[in-house]
C-alpha cells in the first residue's frame, strides 16, 4: 500500500483522508473529479483534475506508474449521461455503464464503478484502513442519554430503512413520537430535516436516524454526518441522531462530539 490514488468529489473528507496519508507516509496522486464543488486546498497537493470521461485513461496512466490502490471519498453529483463524454478507454465499458445508470439507484451503480476500476488491476480500498478514527463504536455517545420511548422509535426507524434498503433509497429517516416524518430521497440529509421541520409538532422531539443501508458496499457512499447536519439538528429541535456504529463516517468528530453535548442532543451508536 506504498502509492495510492484518491479520486476525490466534494466536502472535508478527502482532506481529512489526505491528513492521514501524509502521516502514514503514504505517496498518494489525486484525481479530481471536475466541477464536483471539491475543497480547493486539494489543489496544494498533487493531482490531477479529471471530467469522469476520462478516468479510466488517467487510472491506466497511474497504474503503470506504480499505483495499484484507490480510494473513493467525496460526494460526487450523479451526472446525465449526455454529459459525459468518453474518451477512447472508458467508451469500452459505456454501453455497460449506461446499462447500470438507467436502471436507477446509487449502489449498484458505486458497486459497477467498483469492480471496472478492479478489472485495470487496481484495488479499491475501505477508508477504514486509511482513516479509523473518523468513525464510532456502538453504544451512547453524549452527555444526554435517549429514553425508553426514543430508544423504541429509533428500533421502529432502524426497521423501516432496513425494510426500504433494498430499493436503493435514502439512509436516513425523521421519527418523532412513533411517527415517520420524512424519509431521505435524492436531497441528502440536510435537505431531509429542512423539508421535515415545519412538520414537527409539540411534545417528544423528532431523532434523526441514519444507517447504512443492507447489502451496501462498504467502500464507498458511506453515510456521513458533519458539523453542518449537528446545527441543522439544534436549529430544528431534533433531540437526538442514531446512527450505524462503525460505518458512519463523522467529519470533524471531536467538533461534533462537543457540539452535541452543548446542544444537549443525544447521540446513538446501533
Known amino acids: 500500500m506504498n502509492k495510492i490514488i484518491l479520486i476525490a468529489g466534494n466536502g472535508k473528507l478527502p482532506v481529512e483522508i489526505i491528513a492521514n496519508l501524509k502521516l502514514l507516509h503514504i505517496d498518494f496522486k489525486i484525481l479530481i473529479i471536475k466541477d464536483s464543488g471539491y475543497q480547493k486546498t486539494l489543489l496544494k497537493c498533487d493531482h490531477e483534475i479529471i471530467d469522469l470521461g476520462s478516468i479510466a485513461s488517467s487510472l491506466i496512466m497511474l ?30 465499458i459505456f454501453a455497460r455503464y449506461t446499462k447500470v445508470f438507467l436502471s436507477g ?44 420511548e426514543s430508544i423504541a422509535y429509533i428500533e421502529k426507524g432502524k426497521k423501516i430503512l432496513d425494510a426500504i434498503s433494498r430499493y436503493d433509497i435514502g439512509q436516513s429517516l425523521i421519527i418523532q413520537q412513533g411517527n415517520v416524518v420524512g424519509i431521505e430521497a435524492m436531497e441528502g440529509t440536510d435537505h431531509l430535516i429542512k423539508r421535515c421541520s415545519s412538520l414537527f409538532i409539540d411534545g417528544d422531539k423528532p431523532i434523526l436516524v441514519k444507517l447504512f443501508k443492507k447489502k451496501q458496499e462498504m467502500r464507498v457512499d458511506l453515510p456521513t454526518i458533519g458539523i453542518k447536519t449537528v446545527r441543522l439538528c439544534k436549529k430544528h429541535s431534533i433531540q437526538g441522531i442514531a446512527f450505524s456504529a462503525n460505518k458512519t463516517v463523522f467529519l470533524e468528530k471531536e467538533k461534533i462530539l462537543k457540539n452535541l453535548n452543548s446542544y444537549n442532543i443525544f447521540l446513538v451508536g446501533i
Open 63 to 92: 497504474k503503470k506508474k506504480g499505483y495499484e490502490n484507490l480510494i473513493l471519498a467525496g460526494g460526487i453529483k450523479r451526472p446525465s449521461l449526455r454529459n459525459i463524454k468518453p474518451d477512447i478507454n472508458t467508451i469500452k
Open 105 to 148: 439507484g446509487d449502489n449498484n451503480l458505486l458497486k459497477f464503478v467498483i469492480k471496472e476500476i478492479e478489472n485495470l488491476g487496481i484495488k479499491v480500498l475501505n477508508i477504514k484502513r486509511i482513516v479509523p478514527q473518523i468513525f464510532i463504536d456502538f453504544g451512547i455517545h453524549s452527555k444526554k442519554k435517549p429514553s425508553k
